[in-house]
């Protein structure tokens, strides 16, 4: 599996404004959250995380700090 998800940026600042912005987004785009840590809930569901890239995609920063990687059964 190949995932790509924008989730929980690590700067302050940014993440205040994903806290924010998180529960408009989740009436306008069906249920999606800008602030999930993604890493985390990878690990969480038993997976173990073989590569990870992490980036801001173009556009505001509340809305594209993305996790990029590949998981394997733990």
Do not use: S
Not at 22 to 29: A, K
Not at 30 to 56: F, K, M, S, V
Request: aromatic share 10%.
């Amino acid at each position: 599996m190949h995932f790509v998800e924008h989730g929980r940026a690590p700067e302050a600042g940014v993440a205040r404004w994903q806290d924010r912005l998180t529960p408009l987004q989740r009436r306008v785009f069906g249920g999606c959250h800008l602030n999930r840590p993604i890493d985390q809930l990878i690990d969480a569901a038993g997976l173990r995380i073989e590569t990870l890239d992490n980036y801001y995609a173009r556009g505001p920063r509340p809305f594209g700090y993305t996790f990029e990687g590949v998981p394997t059964k733990a």
